[in-house]
């Protein structure tokens, strides 16, 4: 089977982890540290550097740990189990596609500052697609692409510092506080999104040559030189232009350039900088698939994303599904540069904050793994950080009119990932989908006519045909939605057999039901067979609704249901794909040719008829026993 390949040495996993981390960060954010606390934001920048490089140190530690493609999901996986580890990767992934249409967003504002819309919608969406080709084309492809933006990168910053540092004004620093002293703290959340990128290198440990040695010194060295350039590209930014004219500047490097080279070096800045921003673009289109590779392997996301493409050895279909986050991301997002900054950082703290905590967790969980490289204090360091993070959030909400709608916002795409954290569950594991089927049948009752309408239930019994006096046996009732109609439709000598996995759909639907002594229900708690004591005459139609696709062995359970039927007997399923018109069923659900050798091989004869609904596809399996 197709797996990742060690490729990247030591000196190109240094670039990319510098070209991942920095982002637009130093291209936006030391004017927007400017414009909150003056010159005193070098202390801002001074202080988030100490806290950067130490956290790099216990991401450090943790990649020498577990160098796997998922990152800082592998590492609260390892600390947390399954469920925190699913919403920390969640969390991860979409701040990494906001992150991506933020920086493209931000770097085409850089280009065209007074563009159209659409031309720069026009511009981001060439971008993503180009980057996500190059990222399904393979790892050293990536690779190149990758070095060269970082040192384009750097380029660009040593271009603008190196004449600051002759041209530097003393006098712009007078005088030095001119806010609050709190001001310096909530700089520190501003200018945060600087030093963020830590897991998009983590996630290439897989595909690095020694990772569990090599990570550590990519992560932390990185982090030091990012660092270095950023409190010396501040100083000597503030040190050549006043900061109540630096502060307020929306392209704050195109001004540099044309302070240092005139008009025409502003253009040439202009473009370096816009390709250095759509460089750190890159660095995240082409890591984060990784992430879902490692997820889906994992089964804490659809098994799909878990396929390795045989020729370009990438995570070719993860791929495919960012490139749609993100162009769905970009278009609503154009424009909002600040709004998307101001999102993305409470999700990557809250997210750091856990990756931090799992480093204490697995000193005490696991003190005997091996550690190519100890953080230290990494018992008491780590939870500093993190409470100093959940300040940080907190300043933010006191300070920044409108940060409690973005925490909002933020919390609600996290907690997006709860209700699919269980969909994911169910869809691999047979005891999830007990217990969450036992827990929705009081909701399913009240929501029948949403999750299963009435025209749908008409387009069944179409294809059920006549049932006056007919036996019936349905396999998985559930809540008796259809079992009532079917009730009906049997009579006067006809009989309903009614079976569920869940022992409270059962008791709910019989409950309503009382009177029909000709309907019977009985629990299967097996999802692997259909062998059952029950005494059943010769059934003449068999039907069922949303529970083939739950079946852990759908051939077998066909085969024993199949023998219950008599020849010529009617045979309708259905069940559902395409969530939300984006998450799969599991894949031999959308399989036509599948699901007809599977009822063929159980004595059926059916056509296969798939049809879209509001929310997800409608699959009809329907034919007879021959």
């Known amino acids: 089977m197709p797996a990742l ?15 991942s981390i920095m982002g637009t960060g130093i291209f936006f954010l030391p004017a927007v540290g400017a414009g909150a606390a003056g010159p005193a934001s070098i202390i801002s920048w001074l202080i988030l550097s100490l806290i950067s490089i130490y956290i790099a140190m216990c991401f450090g530690e943790l990649s020498s740990m577990y160098p796997k493609s998922g990152g800082i999901y592998e590492y609260c996986k390892q600390a947390y189990g399954r469920f925190f580890s699913f919403i920390i990767g969640w969390m991860t992934v979409i701040a990494g596609n906001v992150t991506i249409a933020m920086l493209v967003v931000g770097g085409v504002q850089y280009l065209i500052p007074l563009g159209s819309i659409w031309i720069k ?8 697609f180009l980057f996500n080709y190059i990222a399904f084309r393979g790892m050293k492809t990536s690779a190149i692409m990758l070095v060269i933006f970082a040192f384009i990168t750097l380029a660009a910053l040593f271009g603008l510092l190196v004449p600051g540092l002759f041209k530097f004004q003393l006098s712009n620093f007078k005088p030095f506080f001119v806010f609050p002293a709190s001001s310096i703290v909530l700089t520190i959340f501003l200018i945060a999104e600087t030093f963020f990128g830590w897991e998009t290198a983590t996630f290439l440990a897989e595909e690095t040559k020694d990772g569990q040695r090599v990570m550590p010194k990519a992560l932390i060295w990185g982090t030091v030189i990012i660092a270095i350039i950023s409190i010396i590209f501040v100083i000597t930014s503030l040190g050549v232009m006043p900061w109540n004219i630096f502060g307020v500047s929306s392209t704050p490097l195109t001004d540099l350039g044309i302070l240092h080279y005139g008009l025409s070096g502003g253009t040439v800045f202009t473009i370096l900088v816009y ?9 995240w289109v082409v890591s984060a698939p990784r992430l879902l590779l490692a997820m889906a392997k994992d089964k804490l996301f659809m098994e799909q994303f878990a396929v390795i493409h045989p020729k370009n050895l990438t995570p070719h279909r993860a791929i495919i599904f960012q490139t749609v986050l993100t162009t769905i991301l970009v278009i609503v997002g154009a424009g909002s540069y600040t709004t998307m900054l101001h999102l993305l950082v409470p999700i990557v703290l809250i997210a750091y904050s856990f ?4 480093l204490v967790v697995l000193r005490y969980k696991k003190p005997h793994q091996k550690r190519y490289f100890t953080v230290p204090f990494g018992k008491v360091g780590p939870i500093l950080v993190s409470l100093f993070m959940v300040f940080l959030i907190g300043m933010w909400l006191t300070h920044t009119p409108g940060a409690v709608h973005i925490l909002k916002v933020a919390l609600s795409l996290m907690f997006l990932g709860i209700p699919l954290y269980f969909l994911v569950e169910m869809y691999h594991d047979s005891e999830a989908i007990y217990g969450v089927n036992e827990k929705l049948s009081y909701i399913l009752v009240i929501f029948e006519n949403l999750f299963f309408p009435i025209s749908l239930r008409s387009r069944i019994f179409l294809m059920l045909g006549e049932l006056k006096n007919k036996n019936v046996l349905e396999f998985g009732c559930s809540v008796g939605t259809i079992t009532r109609k079917l009730a009906q439709k049997v009579l006067p000598h006809g009989k309903v057999y009614a079976f569920d996995i869940i022992e409270h759909n059962l008791r709910v639907a019989a409950s309503h039901m009382k009177k029909h002594q000709h309907v019977k229900f009985f629990h299967h708690k097996h999802l692997d067979h259909f062998k059952t004591s029950v005494k059943l005459p010769k059934i003449d139609v068999l039907v069922s609704t949303g529970t083939l696709s739950y079946l852990q062995k759908p051939q077998i359970v066909l085969k024993h249901l199949g023998k219950k039927v008599k020849k010529g007997g009617r045979v309708v399923f259905l069940d559902y794909d395409r969530f939300f018109h984006l998450i799969p069923n599991v894949p031999w659900v959308g399989d036509e040719k599948k699901l007809k050798r599977m009822f063929k091989e159980a004595g059926f004869k059916v056509d296969v008829v798939k049809k879209q609904g509001l929310l997800w596809r409608h699959v009809f399996i329907h034919g007879k026993k021959v």
């Not at 919608?121 to 993503?128: A, E, F, H, N, Q």
């Not at 390709?275 to 660095?283: E, F, K, N, R, T």
């Open 355 to 358: 990756v931090l905590i799992s």
């Open 121 to 128: 919608i026009g511009i981001s969406l060439l971008m993503v």
């Open 275 to 283: 390709l250095a921003i759509i460089g750190s673009v890159a660095g």
């Open 5 to 19: 390949k060690k490729v990247l040495s030591y000196p190109a996993i240094l670039l990319i982890t510098i070209n």
